[in-house]
């Protein structure tokens, strides 16, 4: 599989991170939500809301991959920055009144507009290029961008969020209906990559933000100082998960995958947006974790640590299987224990589930790196398809 031929610029520019700044922002909006409400309701709005901004900036990702560094690109990403940075501002309102939510519709429905018309125009994606190539893989995020302005004109409620919903699940499926197009397409091997892993490092460094922000409000006592330690441990324990050797394995697979769409769609689109999710769930859950460690949680914020840990987890499961036929054992079974703690939670101090969330990632990561660095085989759930 050759390189792709156009692919001018192998790392991120300078427009692109500052596009990126604007989901910094983002992300905080919408991981803010089930902190102040403290209820199942916020944590499903906020996920809806991460989706939201998830295919928001993958679809400007995709929209500018390939391209030269210029005016005009720079310009684009500014103008889906500002529709994103709309959103940000709009998003702990989004569910309730009309005028909040109208304001994050439009601009999410310019957004895609912008998307939709500029993969219209990008030759990778279609035979006609600029010539009118009308039905791309935008056409269906473009479809439910429009079903959220209908969701923003409903009463507050069942149907509301019954329209957002379907929207997102529109969006999510859109690769999916669109998998033989996206097969033709030939995607560059390194920008991408890190790209998505600038991605993860935000939704990290909501953690550090969230569990700090908290922390410095706070008049910490010898417990919630542990706590604070214990929280960075962790993060460095996720981190490691992903960048030791998560990210290399990504960057190998779409340079020898004879369909680098595939990877893109599975890998990238998909499974880094439950990476994504996992890690903000996480956060939510470790930033109540500092002010009162040693209570029994209440409430739903209780469960989100383990619960995001174990979607973490599991979402390298997923996307190993996709990339290499096989999940290994050590990763399903610290996913399948991180589950069976979420369920556990309300029945533990909370310095007790952090402690206990954490030794046990190190552990996996101690496990793998001996593995590795001794010239072992992973342990895999099933042998790949020879």
Not at 144 to 171: E, K, Q
Not at 231 to 260: C, D, I, P
Not at 266 to 280: E, F
Not at 315 to 344: E, I, K, S
């Amino acid at each position: 599989m050759t390189e792709l031929r156009n692919e001018t610029h192998e790392r991120a520019s300078w427009a692109e991170l500052f596009f990126d700044l604007v989901l910094v922002f983002a992300v905080t909006q919408a991981a803010h939500m089930p902190v102040a409400e403290q209820s199942w309701a916020a944590v499903g709005q906020t996920m809806l809301l991460l989706a939201i901004m998830w295919w928001s900036w993958v679809g400007t990702t995709l929209a500018v991959h390939g391209i030269e560094d210029s005016d005009r690109q720079r310009i684009f990403l500014f103008a889906c920055g500002l529709c994103v940075f709309v959103i940000a501002i709009s998003a702990p309102h989004a569910f309730t009144g009309y005028g909040p939510p109208l304001v994050l519709a439009v601009a999410h429905l310019v957004l895609r507009l912008l998307l939709w018309d500029a993969m219209r125009r990008k030759e990778a994606f279609g035979r006609a290029g600029a010539q009118g190539n009308w039905f791309n893989p935008y056409t269906v995020t473009l479809m439910s961008a429009l079903l959220l302005v209908a969701a923003a004109v409903v009463p507050a409620g069942g149907i509301r969020n019954g329209l957002w919903i379907i929207a997102v699940l529109l969006a999510f499926g859109g690769p999916a209906l669109l998998a033989r197009r996206l097969g033709t397409v030939q995607f560059g091997a390194t920008h991408l990559p890190e790209r998505f892993a600038t991605f993860v490092i935000i939704a990290l460094g909501e953690m550090v933000a969230s569990v700090g922000s908290q922390a410095a409000e706070a008049h910490l006592g010898v417990v919630s100082w542990g706590s604070v330690v214990l929280t960075f441990v962790l993060g460095g324990g996720l981190w490691w998960l992903y960048f030791a050797y998560g990210f290399s394995a990504v960057e190998h697979s779409l340079r020898t995958n004879q369909v680098r769409g595939t990877v893109v769609r599975d890998v990238l689109s998909y499974g880094h947006l439950l990476l994504v999710i996992g890690l903000v769930l996480v956060a939510v859950g470790a930033r109540t974790m500092v002010e009162e460690p040693t209570a029994i949680p209440h409430g739903a914020t209780g469960y989100l640590l383990p619960m995001g840990a174990a979607l973490y987890v599991s979402a390298f499961c997923f996307t190993r299987w996709r990339m290499f036929g096989a999940a290994t054992v050590g990763r399903a079974t610290v996913a399948t224990v991180f589950a069976a703690l979420a369920v556990a939670a309300p029945l533990l101090p909370e310095i007790a589930m952090l402690s206990i969330v954490t030794v046990i990632l190190l552990a996996l990561n101690g496990y793998e790196h001996w593995t590795v660095s001794t010239g072992r085989p992973l342990l895999l759930l099933r042998r790949p398809a020879v």
